[in-house]
């Protein structure tokens, strides 16, 4: 196993907004064909394909619910798993995921929990090794789980997620819990290349990921290694309806969903706490505000990044899945939608970004691939670790027409247009060099030379993105 060295994941200290990674500030762009990253086949091809445009950036959840899906504890001669006993296979697959993006300078975010395997469905809680109908470990009376769940995670809780002191003190389940972790931290710890989340869109209480993440930095602690973890709430608004138009989820949703659905659970579940929780939670995620669309989820993101700079302690935000795909539901939307969510993102001032899995999101299809490659060409060109969201630039501008990034005395800009249009930017009076950029292709256009402030247009039908810097 690689061990890490000083160079591994840290946040940048410059501008604690962002990561760096070898040193140097790093933004991570990304993504991935699956969730479960580490059980596909053909790893290191997907691999090698996402850093050969730009990416460095994937999502693991330890989920085993899929066919063929390796699962984390062996069988004994009647079938039943036994949680004493890892599977090796499983756990090398993990290692095999680390150690080949280690190689190639990827990052992997790690979910511990997959809150779907623990949940309806013939390839979820029916299917996991924690069920205590599949295992020879304990029974339902002294595990206090159930065999069956009927019930969506938005409904109640699996009694897995109450294990913890401050709720139920289920020390018999805790301490299988503790083995899973402590065979996840064996294996992903001599690696410096791992950012961790507790849950996938949890609503379960505060405690379960306040709990698992001091578990997780004692055992990091007792290694001598400095890591970071975060908590995935199942919230698509983060401002608690401090931007207007903002989509809460229960109304908007399906009749399954709202004959299931708990408000009062979302009411516990808020990104907030992550952000006053400085102890526990060292950068955060917003994957779930990728539900909104258009202005409205630009709005949502700058609202996450200015709630941040207002907290005790300024840390990355994370998007590590952009829903928009080919289901177009309510929640995902459409192709344009995913497009544009990945940009909007980091035009607000995030961390990371990556497609979700298809068909949810774009994965790493060749239509994601020129998106990722443009974004790394683009940052590669002026890197935003200098400029700050600056969309009040622009004026004369409809909803959605354009967004900004700027440095502070406004002598170097990007703006991205999610389609055709045209805007007013007010930017240090001057000469400026414009080189644009047509996204959907991944190619640079001739520079020219322009006088600012004035107008900047998009001469294209598509998405397109320029780098404005003063003589």
């Not at 993990?94 to 990052?107: N, Q």
Request: with cysteine; net charge negative.
């Amino acid at each position: 196993m690689a061990m890490q060295s000083s160079e591994g994941i840290q946040i940048y200290q410059k501008n604690p907004f962002y990561w760096m990674y070898d040193g140097k500030p790093v933004l991570l762009i990304g993504g991935s064909m699956e969730d479960n990253l580490f059980q596909i086949e053909d790893l290191k091809a997907h691999l090698e394909l996402l850093q050969s445009v730009g990416g460095n950036y994937v999502r693991c959840t330890m989920s085993a619910r899929d066919e063929h899906n390796a699962k984390p504890f062996t069988r004994d001669a009647e079938g039943l798993f036994e949680l004493d006993s890892p599977n090796p296979d499983y756990w090398k697959r993990l290692d095999d995921l680390l150690r080949y993006a280690s190689k190639l300078k990827i990052v992997v975010q790690i979910e511990v929990w997959a809150t779907y395997d623990f949940y309806w469905g013939e390839k979820a809680w029916a299917d996991n090794p924690f069920n205590p109908k599949l295992n020879s470990t304990y029974t339902m009376e002294a595990s206090g789980l159930p065999d069956t769940i009927d019930h969506p995670a938005q409904s109640s809780p699996n009694p897995f997620f109450l294990s913890v002191p401050a709720l139920n003190d289920n020390q018999l389940l805790l301490n299988y819990q503790k083995r899973f972790v402590n065979k996840l931290m064996e294996v992903s710890l001599p690696y410096d290349n791992v950012l961790y989340c507790i849950d996938n869109e949890t609503t379960v209480n505060f405690e379960w990921g306040k709990y698992w993440s001091a578990y997780l930095h004692q055992l990091a602690q007792q290694h001598g290694k400095n890591i970071y973890v975060t908590e995935m709430w199942d919230s698509w608004d983060p401002t608690e309806s401090n931007v207007e138009g903002a989509i809460v989820q229960a109304p908007e949703l399906n009749d399954w969903y709202r004959e299931y659905f708990d408000p009062a659970l979302h009411e516990t579940a808020k990104f907030t706490f992550s952000l006053h929780d400085t102890t526990s939670y060292q950068f955060l995620d917003v994957s779930n505000h990728n539900a909104q669309k258009g202005e409205v989820h630009y709005l949502t993101g700058l609202w996450a990044r200015e709630a941040v700079a207002r907290s005790e302690k300024i840390r990355p935000i994370n998007n590590v899945k952009i829903y928009g795909g080919d289901r177009d539901k309510l929640w995902s939307g459409n192709h344009q939608d995913g497009r544009e969510r990945f940009w909007r993102n980091v035009f607000a001032g995030h961390a990371a970004v990556r497609f979700h899995r298809q068909p949810s999101g774009i994965a790493l299809t060749e239509e994601a691939q020129h998106q990722i490659k443009s974004l790394r060409m683009l940052t590669d060109q002026q890197e935003v670790f200098t400029l700050e969201p600056s969309t009040d630039l622009l004026s004369a501008r409809e909803n959605n027409e354009a967004y900004c990034l700027a440095n502070e005395d406004k002598s170097t800009l990007i703006v991205y247009f999610p389609a055709k249009g045209s805007v007013h930017v007010n930017a240090r009076e001057g000469t400026y060099e414009l080189t644009g950029m047509d996204i959907s292709v991944s190619k640079w256009r001739e520079t020219e030379t322009l006088e600012l402030p004035g107008t900047v247009d998009n001469p294209l039908s598509e998405s397109y993105a320029v780098v404005l810097k003063k003589k």
